[in-house]
């Protein structure tokens, strides 16, 4: 029983992380829309919290260049399939 509620806890903490990490993807995609000043400290956070996560996924649309940044919204989708299927599932 206490293997079970680790686990849920386990689970509910990264699930929270997740959401966080989401809101992070947010405000880092509504900050680029004003060109922030790079040296802002807040900014540089925000790039250097989402670039590991957005580079590989802008690199793999970079294909089909339709002038706008997807990976935001992509990495977003993908957190949420995790949240919702991957996560779920283990109960």
């Known amino acids: ?4 509620v680790l686990l849920y806890r386990l689970v509910d903490f990264v699930s ?12 880092a995609a509504l900050i680029s829309w004003i060109n922030p000043d790079p040296y802002n400290p ?9 670039e590991p996560v ?6 793999l649309l970079s294909r089909y ?8 919204l992509v ?8 949240q ?3 996560l779920r599932s283990l109960f």
């Open 1 to 4: 029983m206490e293997g079970a």
């Open 16 to 27: 929270w992380l997740l959401s966080l990490y989401t809101w992070v993807i947010i405000a």
């Open 42 to 50: 807040i900014v540089q956070l925000l790039r250097r919290v989402t």
């Open 54 to 59: 957005l580079r590989p996924i802008r690199k």
């Open 65 to 72: 260049q339709t002038g706008l940044d997807f990976s935001p």
């Open 75 to 82: 990495a977003i989708l993908i957190i949420q399939f995790v």
């Open 84 to 86: 919702q299927v991957i």
